[in-house]
């Protein structure tokens, strides 16, 4: 019998949990069950070269702005293809779906990632429409999940929750090599504020900034803390000159796109995120898996990740002076901190396991329910 072929149609497989989280889903498939393959609506980014033999990546033809009443290149392409699924993910679900079934692909599924903020009406009139091609639409948190149903109406069993996971092998505590400190001229003794991903509004990094700039104003000790934020992303430029305005020139640094996570990890004293909305962050799943204390918004998803032993970690979102205390707290209290830290590996052991997640993904390819639907 041969492989399903199940068609991952993504905007691209550049920067960012949602790329990361494809890769790791085509790679963890069963190939002998499955053959994984890839279409990006634009080029195919730097993640794209770890799938050299695990799947083969397309790149979709121009689409004109007509397109979204009738993507005839898209069609054609899917059609060539010949998926047995096609699989959507967040940013391509309209004109994925709507090329999928008019390229008569049997099955649709999309997998929503998180909101947009602001999340326009328009986006929901155009989801809605979307929805009505789609057989399943995934949630990667259950708070999503209900704001979807809420939202979008969506009938009652086609909507299901499969939580985000990430390869705790991989992600695990390590020694800092000590090259980050090196490469950023910091001391031994200098505590790191992580953050790794995306450089976009909806990360608030620039909260994390002023959150910085008061917490260097109020501690009167040394050595201070920095912030390294791992990445880039459309605010790259504007975090750059607020960096300058706020004069954290030695304070802050954007090190940029950086293939080596784990060492990055090995560095930080604390993982942080500022998000304004979020579904299921894969990069703090991964910070959590390496052993790192957690200081996060309370949105989205972050609190079920962090479960109940954690919950003090979460701080209000848009609001630099409580993120700004709660990073005083934990870098005050190793001891407490540390303990944190092997909780949170712990908690992403037992519920966000990368395998678990693949296996309901593979249960939703073959038609088969992944979990308990929200109706």
Known sequence: MSPLRVLHVVLD????????????????????????????????GRQAASLDGMGRVHVAPHLSRWSWLHPAPLIRQIRE??????????????KASLAARRAGV?????TDHGRPWPDP?????????????????????????????????????????ILNGVDTARFRPRPDPGTLRQELGLAPDVPILGSIGRLDYIKGYDVMLHALAQ?????QRDPLPVLVLAGDGPETSRLQMLVRQLGLGRRA????WRQDVEALH?????FTLASRSEGTSVGLLEAMGAGLCPVVTDVGGNAAVLGPSL???????????????????????????????????????????LRTMVRAYERLYVGEDAGASLT
Do not use: M
């Open 106 to 110: 049997p099955r649709v599924i999309h």
């Open 311 to 353: 919950r003090h970690r979460l701080v209000a979102a848009e609001n630099p002076a409580a993120l700004a205390a709660a990073w005083r707290d934990a870098l005050g209290d190793p001891t407490r901190r540390s303990a944190d830290a092997v909780a949170a590996r712990q908690r992403v052991k037992h519920a966000y396991d």
């Open 253 to 256: 640094f954007l090190v940029g």
């Open 81 to 94: 293809i010949a998926p047995d699924v096609v699989h959507t993910h967040s940013g391509v679900w309209y």
């Open 266 to 270: 090995a560095a930080f004293t604390l």
């Open 215 to 219: 917490l260097s104003a109020e501690r």
């Open 121 to 161: 009406w328009s986006a929901w009139v155009v989801d809605h429409l979307a929805s009505h091609r789609t057989d399943v639409l995934v949630a990667v948190s259950e708070p999503l999940a209900r704001f979807l149903r809420a939202r979008l109406h969506v009938r009652p069993g086609r909507l299901r929750v």
């Open 13 to 44: 497989l550049d920067a960012g949990g949602l790329e990361r989280l494809v890769v790791d889903i085509v790679r963890g498939s069963d190939t002998r069950r499955f053959e994984s393959q890839v279409l990006c609506l634009r080029a195919p």
